[in-house]
């Protein structure tokens, strides 16, 4: 007998595959988005995901998912492909409890070079130093940067103080020639490019 294609197999047997019957029980309630990170969801799940003996496996299966998206990003110019620079930043910074301030360091061809959580704050801003951030693109040798932050209340609407420090990044990266492609929000949804609004 053929076994049933994984694609068409129900969530509650794919977790069932990945955790086994105990940790596939503890997110019998919890929608697939929140579990991946690709939503606002339970800040608890996601802050300790790790650290939760049944559910490790998961976490390894979220960071295979970064890793494999992140290697392709190295061999490929990340402005055409923005989908998955959104998804990528969907996993490493959907549905975290606190903001964090991430850089995406691209070299000339805007090939991703690292993905960098470079400030951690708190539930609802997060402080970013200039100095820091050229600091590392210098370190890095990037040509080109995309920044990131993410707001756990889940809407991904700039605010001034959002839009204030994209020009100041923009403008004190100019000065060593490393270009700013795009600030993404990651939320609810999907993330919310500044290049697209036009407030780059």
């Given at each position: ?101 991430a850089v995406l360091l691209l070299d000339a061809q805007n090939r991703l070079i690292d993905c960098v959580e470079l400030f951690r704050g708190t539930l609802t801003q997060t402080s970013v130093y200039p100095r820091e951030v050229v600091k590392l693109a210098l370190q890095r040798n990037a040509g080109a940067v995309i920044f990131a932050h ?51």
């Open positions: 007998m053929t076994p049933t294609p994984i694609r068409h197999l129900p969530d509650a047997d794919l977790l069932r595959l990945v955790l086994g019957n105990e940790g596939a029980a503890t997110l019998t309630d919890l929608p697939l988005a929140d579990v991946f990170r690709f939503d606002a969801g339970t800040p608890a799940l996601q802050e300790g995901i790790a650290h939760y003996g049944p559910l490790r496996p998961l976490a390894a299966a979220v960071e295979l998912m970064a890793r494999a998206l992140s290697r392709i990003l190295a061999n490929r110019d990340c402005l055409a492909e923005p989908a998955s620079v959104r998804k990528l930043l969907q996993l490493r910074l959907g549905g975290l409890p606190h903001e964090v301030f993410n707001h756990p209340s889940g809407v991904t609407e700039p605010s001034q103080a959002d839009e204030a420090l994209t020009r100041t990044l923009k403008q004190a990266l100019a000065l060593v020639d490393v270009r700013v492609l795009d600030h993404f929000i990651v939320g609810g949804g999907d993330p919310l490019s500044f290049a697209e609004r036009g407030l780059l």
